[in-house]
């Protein structure tokens, strides 16, 4: 029985990894929650799952949560918050899997505190490898701890890189749906609107990694991801677009040989394959293959894309360029989604704050954490610049 921390459980990885413990009540059991500022989605989620433990955002949403609980006779469910919260339901004693899917580096503490707490880990969470990458992989490696991941593309790479050796491996390539603007004029990328942007053809995901698939950033951070996850030097993990979406990612080998993986376009079938590693075990996932009629590839254009580009400045370079790539992109996204900045205005705030970034290399989280929120605040002057100027050539 895998006894289940979700970190992240109401959002869309939370929901689906629900969906699949529903599926497999003989398999899983969810054992704690840990969830943002949903306070009633997550108080739904303890009526239906009963966890030991939860863990919301604020001090003063726990404590409504456990009013609202204790009054449904749901008091004996533990209830944390904050930082402290989220890794106390990660290391907690009845669990023995945590699916890390909080967005942002707020799962990043619970995720290398479940590491080092020897805990199985399903890793959805992108901003962990990208910003403290090598911590996580070393520790996990330390402990034997395997991360198996549940982002589609690595989780399609990791099943690629079954079928050789490490050291046969010539190339990742991960596939990249190309997002909204594949086929946009690069003259039109300045009037893109945040409702444009949040309309992504192939999956539903939360809002800023919808805007990060707009831009490719989601693509570079998960080349990042790749290189950690896979130990693998940038220039061995290619971006290949491809708009079916049909294959989720592949894997080169030295004598030629690639091979891909495809499935349904659904969550559930990484976060099943996580859960379930190193076994298989039947699914209604099937895909169609008499309903595939074709497959196109075309390089990303990192012109058009440059948020791609800075990705692979930001892995070459090392240190705590990756770590000011994700605080600043996170920032910058959601200065646009406010209306504050302009779509192409995402890219520029990311590479001021590059630039004055440190290749000093973290040696703790919390120096991953210190250096995250030095580069929030670079980004949030870059993006006050911008409203500034803005406001001086009306
Ligand atoms: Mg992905």
Redesign the pocket.
Known sequence: MKNLAILGSTGSIGVSTLAVVGAYPDRFQVATLAAGGNVDALFEQCLKWHPKMVSVATEADAESLRKRLKENGLGEIEVGFGTAGSVAVAIHPAVNFVVSAIVGVAGLEATYEAVCAGKGIGLANKECLVAAGDLITEEAARRGVALLPI???HNAVHQCLRGGRMQEVEKIWLTASGGPFRNTPASEFAGITVERALNHPTWKMGRRITIDSATLM?KGF?VIEACRLFHLPPAQVDVIIHPQSTIHSLVEYNDGSILAQISVTDMRLPILYALTFPDRIGSDLRFDLKQLQRLDFQNPDLGKFPCLRLAYEAVEAGGAKTIALNSADEIAVAAFLEGQIGFLDIPRVVECVLEVTSTLRPASIAEVVAYDAEAREEARRQVANICTRAVASR
Do not use: G, I, W, Y
């Open positions: 982002d589609s593309e989601n998960e």
